[in-house]
Antibody
């Protein structure tokens, strides 16, 4: 059974960098069949995709966040990570990592396994 | 950017059919998937590739997609189906989510 678990600080100061990790168990992130995804959900609001990364290094980003986002993989730890720089209160949200299946070139892309999410607040 | 539009809320009586729509330009040419999210929980995939159900999702969940509208249908809605539902598609190398529909079963 594949499981994903987010980890990282629950409080980040404005203008600093938010750093989260997602540890995957039950499957290898070094697979051409899947990609690693970050999604966030501000309090009481909908889902916002942050970005996706394949083990090959191929990445896709939300254009509205691209300038502040860095995604990375650590295959030795079976983890993938998110860094979001220059955070503001608007970045306060539940952050989810997920596994995605499908072939973007074919237009089918969906998240079949999600972590439980981690709440990050941006405040001084 | 590509937009997906969902009604913010809808209600259905137990045992009746709930149809949640998701609209977007030429959406029928894209694959759509649907997620269910209950309060305090992470989203769960209930439909992918327009009309396929993942293992473990009840048969009462079905999907369709044509023209500019995709529809998630819940037949014989149960109280446990109450929650938020989000549609999602892939467009121009980005993941796009609908704003979500809060389904109330009463």
């Amino acid at each position: 059974q594949v499981q994903l678990q987010e980890s990282g600080p629950g409080l980040v100061k404005p203008s600093e960098t938010l750093s989260l990790a997602c540890t995957v168990s039950g499957a290898s992130i070094s697979s051409s069949s899947y990609s690693c995804v970050w999604i966030r959900q501000p309090p009481g609001k909908g889902l916002e995709w942050i970005g996706s990364m394949y083990y090959t290094g191929s990445t896709f980003y939300n254009p509205s966040l691209k300038s502040r986002v860095t995604l990375s993989l650590d295959t030795s730890q079976n983890q993938f990570s998110l860094e979001l720089s220059s955070v503001t209160a608007a970045d306060t949200a539940i952050y989810y990592c997920a596994r995605a299946k499908g072939i973007p070139a074919g237009g089918n892309y969906y998240m079949d396994v999600w972590g439980k999410g981690t709440t990050v607040a941006v405040s001084s | 950017s590509y937009d997906l539009t969902q009604p913010p809320s809808m209600s259905v009586s137990p045992g009746q059919t709930a149809s949640i729509t998701c609209s977007g330009d030429k959406l029928g040419y894209k694959y759509v998937c649907w997620y269910q999210q209950k309060p305090g929980q992470s989203p769960v995939l209930v439909i992918y590739e327009d009309n396929k159900r993942p293992s473990g999702i009840p048969e009462r969940f079905s999907g369709s997609n044509s023209g500019n509208t995709a529809t998630l249908t819940i037949s014989g809605t149960q109280s446990m189906d109450e929650g938020d539902y989000f549609c999602q598609a892939w467009d121009s190398s980005t993941v796009v989510f609908g704003g979500g529909t809060k389904l109330t079963v009463l």
